[in-house]
């Protein structure tokens, strides 16, 4: 009776779980790349990073174009800089601003530890005077990298 039960309950965590939306699903990869990040920051005396709406915005509009688009580049399919993008999402009067991109990493462990691996990125993400984050992540299936990745990070 108790193995059945389990059965049932593993079953049922199971079809739980193939039922999440891609928002839910969206989210909590965005939760885990920030708590990643936020532990290197820890392990270089950096202060965490808190996300952002706006910036979480401009991040995934622009993973998105990547995939729509199928390209990995800092700058939009529009021609826009992470300047542009931050702003539009409604990220205004900062100080300090940069960005991130990747592609072709399958989960928040890969992408952070791709990043940290890079001087340019991990130079971003233990900038102790960036205070804000957003993230995004897009998957596209029959695309060049499948998964892209936006960190944008800013001061206010």
Not at 139 to 154: A, E, S
């Amino acid at each position: 009776m108790f193995a059945l039960r389990t059965s049932l309950l593993a079953a049922a965590t199971l079809a739980l779980a193939a039922t999440l939306t891609p928002q839910a699903t969206a989210a909590t990869v965005q939760e885990d790349v920030i708590a990643r990040t936020n532990a290197e920051r820890a392990k270089a005396g950096c202060p965490a990073l808190r996300q952002n709406a706006a910036l979480s915005t401009a991040a995934q509009r622009h993973s998105a174009d990547m995939a729509t688009k199928n390209f990995m580049s800092h700058t939009g399919s529009d021609g826009s800089t992470m300047v542009i993008r931050i702003e539009r999402a409604g990220y205004t009067r900062w100080t300090r601003a940069a960005e991130n991109v990747a592609a072709g990493h399958a989960t928040a462990a890969d992408v952070v530890r791709g990043w940290m691996n890079s001087s340019g990125h991990r130079a971003n993400i233990l900038n102790c005077a960036l205070r804000d984050i957003g993230v995004g992540h897009q998957y596209r299936q029959n695309t060049r990298y499948g998964h892209y990745w936006t960190q944008d990070f800013g001061t206010r």
